[in-house]
């Protein structure tokens, strides 16, 4: 497993440097909320790791998640990542199709990221499972599932550890990677190796427990340790 840190700001990514790839995304624009370039352009400056950049929690708008990636790519971030804040595997179809092919035309050596999200049923989003075979269809590179409502409740609390390892089984078998993440802990450490994906994204985990918060160095390393 490869551990994924998301800063917010320069500062909280030189904190992030334990980690295996650093994700530049915005908290306060939601579970993926993007950042400036800006900001991905200085985290690519300030690290040797591959970045991560999120684009956003979107509903059905393909123009604008296709514009977004590109923005993102260009940026300089390795792996481009969106959220599916929608149901219906035709319009996810369409949106998956558009970001791939926006980073992938120009930058076909960067990283697609899908991610549906762990509580869909309480979102009316798109199953993981719906997703993944659309996502790897598109020649995307990794499935990701994450909560989309931050309100302290864990993937693991929507999906149990059978349902992730399928998901993980799915995304190998489609020769993608997989990327687990939303309100993890330590605690979730042994089941979180017994799936095996190969990304686990933190946030509150190194802040202390409150994704508001600031990353912690010492959590990173820590961390970092426990997954290596």
């Given at each position: 497993?490869?551990?994924?840190?998301?800063?917010?700001?320069?500062?909280?990514?030189?904190?992030?440097?334990?980690?295996?790839?650093?994700?530049?995304?915005?908290?306060?624009?939601?579970?993926?909320?993007?950042?400036?370039?800006?900001?991905?352009?200085?985290?690519?400056?300030?690290?040797?790791?591959?970045?991560?950049?999120?684009?956003?929690?979107?509903?059905?708008?393909?123009?604008?998640?296709?514009?977004?990636a590109?923005?993102?790519?260009?940026?300089g971030?390795?792996?481009?990542?969106?959220?599916?804040?929608?149901?219906?595997?035709?319009?996810?179809?369409?949106?998956?199709?558009?970001?791939?092919?926006?980073?992938?035309?120009?930058?076909?050596?960067?990283?697609?990221?899908i991610?549906?999200?762990?509580?869909?049923?309480?979102?009316?989003t798109?199953?993981?499972?719906?997703?993944?075979?659309?996502?790897?269809?598109?020649?995307?590179?990794?499935?990701?599932?994450?909560?989309?409502?931050?309100?302290?409740?864990?993937?693991?609390?929507?999906?149990?550890?059978?349902?992730?390892?399928?998901?993980?089984?799915?995304?190998?078998?489609?020769g993608?990677?997989?990327?687990?993440?939303?309100?993890?802990?330590?605690?979730?450490?042994?089941a979180?190796?017994?799936?095996n994906?190969?990304?686990?994204?933190?946030?509150?985990?190194?802040c202390?427990?409150?994704?508001?918060?600031?990353?912690?160095?010492?959590?990173?390393?820590?961390?970092?340790?426990?997954?290596?």
């Amino acid at each position: 497993m490869r551990l994924l840190v998301s800063p917010r700001d320069v500062e909280e990514a030189k904190r992030s440097g334990a980690a295996d790839i650093i994700d530049v995304k915005r908290p306060a624009e939601g579970s993926l909320g993007a950042n400036f370039p800006w900001i991905i352009r200085a985290v690519k400056d300030l690290s040797d790791k591959p970045v991560s950049a999120a684009i956003g929690d979107f509903d059905f708008r393909p123009g604008g998640a296709a514009l977004a990636a590109y923005g993102a790519a260009h940026a300089g971030a390795d792996y481009v990542k969106i959220g599916l804040m929608f149901d219906g595997a035709k319009r996810a179809e369409e949106v998956i199709g558009a970001v791939v092919r926006a980073v992938k035309e120009e930058f076909p050596e960067k990283f697609v990221v899908i991610a549906a999200y762990s509580d869909y049923e309480r979102l009316g989003t798109i199953s993981p499972f719906v997703m993944s075979p659309l996502a790897a269809a598109a020649g995307a590179d990794v499935a990701m599932v994450d909560t989309g409502r931050k309100d302290g409740k864990s993937t693991f609390e929507f999906m149990n550890e059978e349902e992730l390892a399928e998901f993980a089984g799915m995304n190998s078998a489609a020769g993608m990677q997989t990327a687990l993440a939303g309100s993890l802990c330590f605690e979730h450490i042994p089941a979180l190796k017994r799936i095996n994906p190969d990304i686990i994204g933190v946030r509150g985990m190194v802040c202390g427990g409150n994704r508001n918060s600031t990353i912690q160095e010492d959590l990173v390393i820590r961390l970092a340790r426990m997954v290596g």
